[in-house]
Each structure stands twice: as C-alpha cells, then as structure tokens.
C-alpha cells in the first residue's frame, strides 16, 4: 500500500504546485495568528483562576478547625481536663449516674416522691461540691488528692441513688405485702 501511494504522488509530482501566495501573504499571515494571539490573551486575562484562592481558603478553614478542636479538647472540664484514662472514668461515671437516674424516674410515684426529692437534693449539694473540686483542681495543678476527690464524689453520687432505689423497693414491698393482708382479712 504504501508502494502506490508513492507511486501516485510520483506521477501527480509538479502537479500540485501551480500557484505561488501573494507578496504579502507571509505578513497577513502572521497578523491573523497574532490577532488570535492576543484575542486568546485577553480572554484569559478576563477570568480569573479562583483555584489558588479556593486551596488558600480551605488551607484556612483546616487551619481554624484545627485550633478550635484543639482548644476544645484544652478546655475539658473535670477528670477528663487530666488525662485520657481519666476522662474515661469521668464518662463511665456520668453514665451510669444517668440510668440510675432513668431508674428513679421510672420508680415515682406518691409513696416515694420524699424519697426520690431527699436524694435529687442530696445530688445537687454534692454536684455543687464537685464544681468546687474542679476549680480546686485547675489551681492544683492536677492534685492526686483533688482527683481522688472528685472521683469519690462520683461514687457517693452513685451511691445515694443505689441506696434510694433499695427504699423504694422495700417500700414497695411493704405497700405490696399490706395489700396482701387487707385482701385476706
């Protein structure tokens, strides 16, 4: 194949050439390509490339997550302002003072509202104590003896709770048995 396209342009060889460009073709030429030139020019100077700023302000955004997650994590209040293990302690705590307050929700009723109000009160004095501990702690720098402190008062918290919900049982126990005895009387 490529043999005849040899020979073609072997016998059409002088064929091809019969008209010669103007004088002033090389000139016209080169004003058209610099008239494209400069049209090309303009229109990219017209845009403006927003990708430079677009990574400079997602530099920025990053930048002030990073400050504020970290001032965040700095302004950990508690056992978890110590140290990881600590803040740990302080979650397994809250939570579980939070279902053993669930409990005595689900437990009111008119024959323990005393109760349940004595211990909601005992729970505040000793919230109030624990906030203290925490100011007590920010000046000691981390006192062994402030965060045993406060983790006994998480257990004395747990511990009133506990206790009230055992009353409540005993009183519902009684309140159940008297109903037993007035029905056989």
Same mark, same amino acid.
């Given at each position: 194949m490529s043999d005849n396209l040899n020979n073609l342009f072997q016998d059409l060889q002088g064929h091809f050439d019969t008209e010669e460009p103007g004088k002033d073709h090389e000139k016209r030429f080169l004003s058209k390509l610099n008239e494209q030139n400069t049209i090309a020019h303009t229109t990219t100077k017209q845009r403006f490339n927003w990708k430079p700023l677009l990574g400079i302000a997602a530099s920025i955004v990053l930048i002030i997550a990073l400050v504020f997650g970290n001032s965040q994590e700095a302004s950990a209040t508690g056992l978890a302002s110590v140290s990881p293990e600590m803040a740990k302690t302080q979650d397994?705590?809250?939570? @579980?003072?939070?279902?053993?307050?669930?409990?005595?929700?689900?437990? @009111?009723?008119p024959e323990t509202k005393l109760l349940i109000q004595d211990a909601l009160n005992q729970m505040k004095r000793l919230e109030a104590e624990y906030e203290s501990l925490i100011s007590d702690l920010n000046q000691s720098g981390n006192d062994q003896r402030v965060i045993y402190a406060m983790i006994s008062n998480f257990q004395n918290r747990i511990e009133i709770l506990q206790n009230t919900l055992k009353q409540i049982e005993i009183v519902e126990q009684l309140k159940n048995s008297n109903n037993e005895n007035n029905n056989t009387i």
């Open positions: 397994f705590f809250t939570s @579980t003072i939070a279902v053993e307050l669930k409990k005595l929700e689900k437990a @009111t009723n």
